[in-house]
Structure formats: structure tokens, C-alpha cells
């Protein structure tokens, strides 16, 4: 039994080393296999970040000639109101030109340029008759009166007008705010401080 089991120790041991190179050879395919597919997928990814890359540039391009050219709509809409400022300009130097004709003509540009600024939704800040709001109106003067016609915190005058761009305000109008003599507190009035 000695023997028998010695030879089929044998015959395993050389069945074994038989298999051993089979499984090396295996082995190599299957390392050779994988590093192919590693370089495929390193392939893939180097040209989808290429692409990224291509993409990124390309609409920081993009990006950067519409904001080149942002203002082409308002710009082409108001060539038309600069043409008619400068016809009036030159029949404002014609002597055959009465004041009045000259006043219509500004006062048709000054029409147009509105029209202009609407289409792009600008619009102009009510104001006189409008109670005071910090967000849209700039006080830059202050006026106490004592009759009743008046609320306290009404504005009284538009010193410049404000424009807004869809909600954002463009400027502030400048405004001088009223105040009743109750409300102005210990302050001077202009009366005094004359």
C-alpha cells in the first residue's frame, strides 16, 4: 500500500505540475484580457474628459460672445431714434424752422425713445403722488408742510426720473418727500432755517 499510494502521490504531483502551467498559461490570457480592456476604458475616459474639456471651452466661448453682443437688440432699436435726433439737429440749424416745429420734432424722438426702452420692458418709476419707498425712490430733499392736501411721506416732485429693468431698478428717482409738521418731529422746518 506503500507503494500505491506513494505512486498515486506521484501521479498527483505530476498532474499538478501539468495543470500548473495550464493554469499559467491561463492566467497570462487572462491578465493580457483584462490590461486590454483597462486600456479601453482608459481610452474611453482620457476622450470623454477631452470632450468635457472641448464642451467647457466651447461654451465659455459661447458665453462670452453673447455677452459681447448682449446689447445688439437695444442698440439696433435705438438706431432709428439717432437718425431722428440728428435730422432734428440739422433742421434745428435752418432758419426756416420755427421753435415750435423743432419742439414737436424732440418732442416725437423723446416718444420714440420711450417706445424703444418698452420693448425691452423699461419702465419709469412712479413717483409724484406715490407714497416714499427706499426701494425705488432717492429722497435728496425733505419739505414739511401744514395743510391736509398732503400725505405724510408723499412725494411732492420728481427731481430725475428712476427706471426700472423687468423688476431690478436701473436708478432710483429723486424725489423730495413731504412731511406733516406733527411728523417731522424737533427738526427745523424750512421756514426756520431760513
Do not use: W
Not at 7 to 33: D, F, G, M, W, Y
Not at 83 to 94: Q, T
Amino acid at each position: 500500500m506503500t507503494d500505491e499510494t506513494e505512486c498515486s502521490k506521484a501521479t498527483e504531483a505530476e498532474e499538478a505540475t501539468e495543470k500548473a502551467p495550464a493554469s499559467q498559461v491561463e492566467l497570462e490570457k487572462r491578465i493580457e484580457e483584462l490590461e486590454s480592456e483597462v486600456a479601453q476604458y482608459e481610452d474611453r475616459y482620457l476622450r470623454a474628459a477631452a470632450e468635457l474639456r472641448n464642451y467647457r471651452k466651447r461654451t465659455t466661448d459661447q458665453r462670452a460672445q453673447q455677452l459681447q453682443y448682449a446689447h445688439e437688440q437695444l442698440v439696433t432699436a435705438l438706431l432709428p431714434v439717432l437718425d431722428h435726433m440728428e435730422l432734428a439737429l440739422r433742421s434745428a440749424d435752418v432758419e426756416a424752422q420755427s421753435p415750435e416745429e423743432v419742439l414737436a420734432g424732440v418732442e416725437m424722438i423723446h416718444r420714440q425713445l420711450l417706445e424703444v426702452l418698452q420693448q425691452f420692458d423699461v419702465r419709469r418709476v412712479a413717483a409724484v403722488g406715490e407714497q416714499f419707498d427706499v426701494r425705488v425712490h432717492e429722497a435728496v430733499e425733505r419739505r414739511t408742510v401744514e395743510d391736509g392736501t398732503v400725505d405724510s411721506g408723499e412725494i411732492i416732485e420728481e427731481f430725475r426720473p428712476g427706471y426700472k429693468l423687468h423688476d431690478r431698478v436701473l436708478r432710483p428717482a429723486q424725489v423730495c418727500v413731504c412731511f406733516k409738521q406733527e411728523d417731522a418731529g424737533e427738526e427745523p422746518t424750512d421756514e426756520e432755517q431760513d
